[in-house]
């Protein structure tokens, strides 16, 4: 049974279902119905770096990418010389930095998240209907977790839990630390949620997490159905009663979303810009209560170049914002850089659409980037701010 449509009209719809179109492939994932189970050890299949791919995506080289030496031309400086990039004091990248491709093989891969306790990257390849798992130690490339009910947006809680966001199940889980998953968010005021998109940890345990159209708009990425939630909102899941409450209700599409590293300020992507040409494709940033969940402000921080769209973003120990780029024009793919008042610091140029991306590593200074069909690396100068 679904509840009347709540676009504002169809032409809105059809720009949802325009953005799944664009991407590559034509094979849809049924998961109705079907349980997500934990990791399994007997489930991993080597993909990519030690035999033939298991989709019908021709892998990409490994390595550093072409045309490679140092400094690597694919990190573009807004200052000179284009060493690194950030203000004095803030060298983004030593001089031997350099991008590399580390796995490859997936439709749409999204949502990448890191566990320093294994060392490992877990991250979405939303239309294959599975959670990779990219090891940092030896390179090994593995399905964590299919069917993931077509996750999308993954991150961490201070407890070192996995906390994905479902297209399919249209829901918010954790995975417990014994494997079993708890849902988080499902519903609000009684109707389901759209279809949960990204997500972040506060340090007082609260989950806030983004509720786009993007996972219902067909058989692609999701289960194609009806939005319940008229507005596309923001929320936030208190870490005692479980009681969810809308923190921001005024986004086209929201998206990527994070904080401060003081937690003072929470910044929120709006992807509306795939629902028409007059709308946003900027990241806005609020001045936040944590505790109480409560918002204020909600300016435009950054404007994307049109029509690229950033999808996801982290910041680091500097509160700098790095975000991705894609869609638009591809000497635009890639990652951007932000301070904290909004100049940019500079790009990290990728042969991919990038949709999201994430600090890793045990000093936390190497990027995980998710561009479309792989996952690259590059360490930084920089660290990641949010502590699990
Ligand atoms: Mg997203």
Same mark, same amino acid.
């Given at each position: 049974?679904?509840?009347?449509?709540?676009?504002?009209?169809?032409?809105?719809?059809?720009?949802?279902?325009?953005? +799944?179109?664009?991407?590559?492939?034509?094979?849809?994932?049924?998961?109705? $119905?079907?349980?997500?189970?934990?990791?399994?050890?007997?489930? /991993?299949?080597?993909?990519?770096?030690?035999?033939?791919?298991?989709?019908?995506?021709?892998?990409?080289?490994?390595?550093?990418?072409?045309?490679?030496?140092?400094?690597?031309?694919?990190?573009?400086?807004?200052?000179?010389?284009?060493? &690194?990039?950030?203000?004095?004091?803030?060298?983004?990248?030593?001089?031997?930095?350099?991008?590399?491709?580390?796995?490859?093989?997936?439709?749409?891969?999204?949502?990448?998240?890191?566990?320093?306790?294994?060392?490992?990257?877990?991250?979405?390849?939303?239309?294959?209907?599975?959670?990779?798992?990219?090891?940092?130690?030896?390179?090994?490339?593995? /399905?964590?977790?299919?069917?993931?009910?077509?996750?999308?947006?993954?991150? +961490?809680?201070?407890?070192? *839990?996995?906390?994905?966001?479902?297209? &399919?199940? *249209?829901?918010?889980?954790?995975?417990?630390?014994? #494997?079993?998953?708890?849902?988080?968010?499902?519903? %609000?005021?009684?109707?389901?949620?759209?279809?949960?998109?990204?997500?972040?940890?506060?340090?007082?345990?609260?989950?806030?997490?983004?509720?786009?159209?993007?996972? +219902? #708009?067909?058989?692609?990425?999701?289960?194609?159905?009806?939005?319940?939630?008229?507005?596309?909102?923001?929320?936030?899941?208190?870490?005692? &009663?479980?009681?969810?409450?809308?923190?921001?209700?005024?986004?086209?599409?929201?998206?990527?979303?994070?904080?401060?590293?003081?937690?003072?300020?929470? %910044?929120?992507?709006?992807?509306?810009?795939?629902?028409?040409?007059?709308?946003?494709?900027?990241?806005?940033?609020?001045?936040?209560?944590?505790?109480?969940?409560?918002?204020?402000?909600?300016?435009?921080?950054?404007?994307?170049?049109?029509?690229? +769209?950033?999808?996801?973003?982290?910041?680091?120990?500097? #509160?700098?914002?790095?975000?991705?780029?894609?869609?638009?024009?591809?000497?635009?793919? $890639? /990652?951007? =850089?932000?301070?904290?008042?909004?100049?940019?610091?500079?790009?990290?140029?990728?042969?991919?659409?990038?949709?999201?991306?994430?600090?890793?590593?045990?000093?936390?200074?190497?990027?995980?980037? =998710? #561009?479309?069909?792989?996952?690259?690396?590059? %360490?930084?100068?920089?660290?990641?701010?949010?502590?699990?």
């Amino acid at each position: 049974m679904t509840t009347p449509l709540t676009f504002p009209d169809t032409a809105q719809r059809h720009s949802v279902n325009r953005r +799944i179109v664009l991407l590559k492939g034509a094979a849809a994932v049924a998961a109705a $119905g079907m349980t997500a189970q934990a990791a399994s050890a007997a489930s /991993v299949t080597p993909l990519g770096q030690t035999g033939a791919p298991t989709t019908s995506t021709e892998p990409l080289p490994l390595g550093p990418l072409s045309g490679s030496r140092y400094p690597d031309s694919h990190l573009e400086s807004m200052k000179k010389p284009n060493v &690194s990039f950030g203000p004095s004091g803030f060298p983004a990248f030593a001089g031997t930095m350099a991008v590399e491709r580390v796995a490859t093989g997936m439709r749409w891969a999204e949502g990448p998240v890191y566990f320093p306790a294994g060392r490992y990257v877990l991250f979405s390849d939303i239309p294959n209907n599975r959670i990779m798992r990219f090891s940092e130690d030896d390179g090994h490339l593995s /399905v964590y977790r299919q069917p993931s009910m077509n996750s999308n947006g993954n991150t +961490i809680d201070r407890e070192g *839990r996995l906390i994905t966001c479902e297209h &399919s199940g *249209r829901r918010v889980t954790r995975t417990e630390l014994d #494997g079993s998953i708890t849902i988080i968010a499902d519903k %609000y005021n009684g109707k389901r949620l759209n279809s949960p998109n990204d997500a972040v940890v506060a340090s007082d345990g609260s989950i806030w997490f983004t509720d786009p159209v993007y996972g +219902i #708009g067909g058989y692609y990425e999701g289960i194609k159905a009806e939005a319940e939630q008229e507005k596309h909102n923001v929320y936030r899941v208190d870490p005692k &009663s479980g009681d969810i409450k809308v923190v921001v209700d005024d986004f086209v599409e929201p998206n990527g979303i994070t904080f401060s590293p003081d937690e003072k300020k929470l %910044y929120v992507i709006d992807t509306g810009f795939t629902d028409g040409p007059d709308n946003p494709s900027h990241i806005r940033v609020f001045d936040v209560d944590v505790g109480a969940g409560k918002v204020s402000g909600g300016k435009v921080f950054a404007e994307m170049p049109k029509p690229s +769209i950033t999808d996801g973003m982290r910041c680091d120990t500097d #509160g700098n914002i790095w975000c991705s780029v894609g869609w638009g024009d591809p000497k635009e793919d $890639g /990652v951007r =850089c932000y301070t904290a008042a909004g100049d940019l610091l500079g790009k990290i140029h990728l042969p991919e659409t990038v949709a999201n991306l994430c600090f890793g590593g045990q000093q936390r200074n190497r990027l995980y980037i =998710c #561009g479309s069909t792989s996952l690259y690396a590059v %360490y930084t100068s920089a660290q990641g701010a949010m502590k699990p």
